[in-house]
Protein backbone atom coordinates (compact mmCIF):
# COMPACT_ATOMS: atom_id res chain seq x y z
CA UNK A 1 0.00 0.00 0.00
CA UNK A 2 1.20 3.54 -1.00
CA UNK A 3 1.34 6.85 1.29
CA UNK A 4 -1.58 7.97 -1.46
CA UNK A 5 -3.46 4.98 -0.65
CA UNK A 6 -3.06 5.56 2.97
CA UNK A 7 -3.77 9.13 2.57
CA UNK A 8 -6.96 8.48 0.69
CA UNK A 9 -8.27 6.20 2.86
CA UNK A 10 -7.67 7.86 5.61
CA UNK A 11 -9.73 10.98 4.05
CA UNK A 12 -13.02 8.42 3.22
CA UNK A 13 -15.24 9.19 0.21
CA UNK A 14 -14.28 12.69 -0.76
CA UNK A 15 -17.54 13.61 -1.24
CA UNK A 16 -18.03 13.05 2.33
CA UNK A 17 -15.38 15.42 2.71
CA UNK A 18 -16.62 17.78 0.69
CA UNK A 19 -20.33 18.26 2.49
CA UNK A 20 -18.22 18.51 6.08
CA UNK A 21 -16.07 21.26 4.23
CA UNK A 22 -20.28 22.82 3.14
CA UNK A 23 -21.22 22.51 6.91
CA UNK A 24 -18.16 23.79 8.48
CA UNK A 25 -18.77 27.20 5.52
CA UNK A 26 -22.19 27.75 6.11
CA UNK A 27 -21.46 28.14 10.34
CA UNK A 28 -18.83 29.88 9.32
CA UNK A 29 -20.76 32.86 7.35
CA UNK A 30 -21.51 35.96 8.91
CA UNK A 31 -25.22 36.17 10.49
CA UNK A 32 -27.15 39.41 10.08
CA UNK A 33 -27.09 41.41 13.18
CA UNK A 34 -30.01 42.37 14.39
CA UNK A 35 -31.35 45.72 14.02
CA UNK A 36 -30.19 47.83 16.90
CA UNK A 37 -32.66 49.58 19.39
CA UNK A 38 -34.20 53.13 19.41
CA UNK A 39 -31.92 55.23 21.82
CA UNK A 40 -33.63 56.25 24.57
CA UNK A 41 -34.29 60.05 25.20
CA UNK A 42 -33.76 61.48 28.31
CA UNK A 43 -31.41 61.18 31.20
CA UNK A 44 -34.22 59.34 33.03
CA UNK A 45 -34.90 57.05 30.29
CA UNK A 46 -31.01 55.87 29.69
CA UNK A 47 -30.32 55.84 33.51
CA UNK A 48 -33.48 52.70 33.52
CA UNK A 49 -31.88 50.87 30.46
CA UNK A 50 -28.03 51.27 32.07
CA UNK A 51 -29.84 49.30 35.22
CA UNK A 52 -31.56 47.27 33.11
CA UNK A 53 -28.73 46.37 30.75
CA UNK A 54 -25.90 46.53 33.70
CA UNK A 55 -27.55 45.53 37.12
CA UNK A 56 -25.83 46.82 40.20
CA UNK A 57 -22.33 45.67 38.97
CA UNK A 58 -22.57 48.63 36.60
CA UNK A 59 -23.59 51.27 39.50
CA UNK A 60 -20.76 50.22 41.29
CA UNK A 61 -18.07 50.35 38.54
CA UNK A 62 -19.44 53.46 37.42
CA UNK A 63 -19.78 54.67 41.45
CA UNK A 64 -16.13 53.67 42.08
CA UNK A 65 -14.93 55.35 38.40
CA UNK A 66 -16.63 58.46 39.38
CA UNK A 67 -15.34 58.91 42.81
CA UNK A 68 -11.70 57.91 41.59
CA UNK A 69 -11.99 60.88 38.52
CA UNK A 70 -13.48 63.05 41.41
CA UNK A 71 -10.39 62.63 43.62
CA UNK A 72 -7.97 62.59 40.59
CA UNK A 73 -9.65 65.73 39.30
CA UNK A 74 -9.71 68.06 42.70
CA UNK A 75 -5.93 67.45 42.26
CA UNK A 76 -4.89 69.54 40.04
Known sequence: MTAD???SNSLGNGSEMLEE???I???LEP???PPTPPAPKGF???FKV???QYKVMGMAVAF???LYLGA???LW
Open 31 to 33: KPS
Open 44 to 46: VKE
Open 50 to 52: FLE
Open 21 to 23: LRK
Open 72 to 74: LSS
Open 64 to 66: ILG
Open 25 to 27: RTL
Open 5 to 7: QTF
